[in-house]
């Protein structure tokens, strides 16, 4: 009788560990074989986790040391203007889990982070930051 119990119940370990397997490959494995590089799709790379550094009164010495070079750069005299610009598709899976279930962010999802900064006598006088996900703007 004993013996009968601990085979069922070896095997009842065995079943709940290939099926944790199981589930583990669906919900996370398929991830990973999804996974594909974020693509830039307008302006360039720039270290966006850098910009909460940027402060009004900065020059243009301090600024470009925080962002590097700047995507666009436009001088009038004492004024000037700079963008930095980085408009990616994302690095990450779309998965369906069970083919039926979407996961994920959706696969034309665009994110935008948009740095413009005013410059008067090399002091920055303006800085405005726009980031955000616009889902369905490009293919």
């Known amino acids: 009788m004993f013996a009968s ?7 009842c370990r065995i079943v709940s560990r290939c099926m944790a397997l199981l589930a583990t490959h669906i919900f996370v494995g398929g991830c990973s074989y999804a996974l ?4 830039v799709l307008a302006g360039r790379r720039f270290p966006t986790e850098r910009v909460a550094e940027l402060r009004e009164g900065q020059t243009m010495d301090e600024v470009r040391a ?3 070079e700047p995507f ?5 005299g004492p004024a000037a203007r700079w963008r930095y610009l980085e408009e990616v598709r994302p690095r990450g899976c779309t998965t369906r889990l069970l083919g039926l279930i979407t996961a994920g962010q959706p696969r034309d999802a665009v994110y935008t982070v948009d740095v413009r900064i005013a410059f008067r006598n090399d002091a920055a006088q303006n800085i405005d930051v ?3 996900y616009d889902h369905g703007a490009r293919q």
């Open 36 to 39: 594909h590089p974020s693509i």
């Open 130 to 132: 726009r980031r955000g």
């Open 5 to 11: 119990v601990s085979v069922r119940a070896g095997r």
């Open 72 to 76: 666009e750069a436009q001088a009038d």
């Open 66 to 68: 925080i962002l590097g």
